[in-house]
């Protein structure tokens, strides 16, 4: 059974107004129709679009001029699937027709700290290859990912790292089978995300330890999902 919980009145607000954006082709940097205008082509009252406006100016979909109007920043999306799938971001992105792409990448060599070491089933001190990326879907913030593997995975593939990391693990005969993940919202800042501008975002975060079909545990993650991009569905069963 999916599981749903009932949208809010500015979430409702927020996905008329988006779907408004589409079917008029907008594009970042163009105006927004005003307040008065937006009231009565949705139907909401005033202080109810106010809420709405300003919660999609926090998580850096609109801004606003000071005497000039509000203006679209980016382009929201909804990716939709269930925290069940095991898929990357990159065939996430792909699976409603957006082009995926790493805005930014930074790749560091670490030494495994103790609680790396266990999640990982390595030695304190081992090395360790951390990946750090900023994931985008039509150039609108999808997730911040952070991904530590075992240097030895990391070069077996010969250090090359494309889009996903699944297809990585791929090139070196490891398929992904299963994790253990742990979930809970967050705020991220520019500080946390400079790409975020001068706004912040209502992020998901996944902690998990990926498996290869072996049982071994080849990265550990902290991936955090845009929440307004992605929508997770959940499947829970009685045991």
Do not use: W
Request: one cysteine or more; charged letters at 25%.
């Amino acid at each position: 059974m999916r599981l749903s919980v009932e949208r809010s009145m500015s979430d409702k607000i927020q996905e008329s107004l988006t779907s408004m954006i589409r079917e008029r082709a907008l594009k970042p940097g163009d105006q927004i129709p005003t307040e008065i205008e937006l009231c009565e082509l949705l139907g909401v009252g005033r202080s109810s679009l106010r809420e709405a406006v300003a919660q999609m100016i926090s998580h850096g979909l609109l801004s606003r001029v000071q005497g000039r109007g509000t203006f679209i920043r980016q382009i929201s999306l909804k990716l939709e699937g269930g925290l069940d799938d095991l898929m990357s971001v990159t065939d996430m992105i792909r699976s409603v027709g957006a082009v995926p792409t790493t805005c930014r990448l930074r790749i560091d060599q670490i030494k495994a700290s103790e609680n790396l070491a266990a999640k990982l089933r390595l030695g304190v001190g081992a090395d360790c290859v951390r990946i750090e990326r900023v994931r985008c879907a039509d150039d609108a913030i999808a997730a911040y990912c952070i991904d530590t593997v075992p240097k030895h995975v990391f070069d077996a593939a010969n250090g090359e790292l494309g889009e996903s990391l699944f297809a990585m693990f791929a090139r070196t005969g490891r398929r992904l089978s299963h994790t253990h993940t742990s979930i809970q919202p967050t705020i991220l800042t520019p500080r946390d995300l400079p790409e975020l501008g001068d706004g912040f975002g209502l992020f998901l975060l996944l902690d998990e330890v990926d498996f290869d079909q072996s049982g071994e545990p080849i990265c550990y993650s902290n991936d955090y999902y845009n929440t307004s991009i992605f929508k997770f569905d959940l499947v829970r069963k009685k045991r």
